[in-house]
């Protein structure tokens, strides 16, 4: 038995390795999250980015010049994010910190490497508008490389986007192929768009939730436990009830109506205006 549910931990630790991060852990509102945004979750935050600021090294032992072997250190260079990262689209790059030596005894200095960021006007043909966007060379160098922007954001995994701004046109473009409101206008610029980039259409309820922080997950799930929980009145669900049973029971309906009104006018009007008499 323990056996048997070891191989069903390893096995779900492979399909859906989200579910061990300790956040969506516990009985908190961020565990009933739906199971795709957990795993869009673990792509954007935990899963490793291309290489961007060194190259990796194939392989692990290595021939040296002199002819010594060496073992290959695959060592990923940490970098840091800063909030200005998520109000433009670097297109991978960040913020290096390391050392540097100006003579060789001299005491090394701290130093930060900071990539060049320029503003440009960027077209998107799916949400048909211009933007300015803070980017990179290098963010400029992979939309030409994917033919695009929108072929550049679509295409391009949530680890390598990192931006949350980035994140969100994504979310704003699956919406609109999602829901096919991109060019009402131009049916056939519409049709043209939805064929190109079938293979990122994807139901409404992922779209609706792709691209969000924690913080934004948690409030919209929150939002749709308290609409699902809303106390409904005895009259609502008594009203309901008397309207199931007419009809599985196929009571006429006009027959009730005529019922009620010949007993109403039957009744003497002087009791009408009794005000201690029945109503």
Known sequence: MSAHMSAAV??????????????????????????????????????????????????????????????????????????????????????????????????RMPRYWVPTLKETSIYSEILDRYMNIVVTERTLSLIDEHYGFDNYILNTPPADLMSELALKLRREMLL?????????????KKEDLLNKYCNHIIPIEEAEWFGLTIKEAATKQKNIEAQANVPVPLKESFRQEFVEYLKTNKVDMDEIKGEISSST????????????GKK
């Open 10 to 107: 390893r096995r779900e630790a492979l399909t859906k390795p989200w579910n061990a991060l300790q956040i969506f852990q516990g009985k908190n509102i961020l565990s009933r999250l739906p199971e795709h945004y957990k795993k869009f979750y673990w792509e954007w935050q935990k899963t490793p980015k291309a290489p961007v600021h060194y190259v990796p090294e194939e392989g692990n032992w290595k021939r040296e010049p002199n002819g010594e072997i060496k073992p290959v250190q695959k060592i990923c260079i940490k970098f840091l994010q800063p909030k200005e990262i998520h109000e433009g689209i670097w297109g991978g790059e960040a913020i290096i910190k390391g050392f540097y030596k100006r003579k060789q005894y001299v005491r």
């Open 265 to 276: 006018s039957g009744s003497n009007w002087i009791s009408s205006l009794n005000p201690f």
């Open 176 to 188: 609109s192929l999602a829901q096919g409101t991109l060019y009402s206008d131009n049916p056939g």
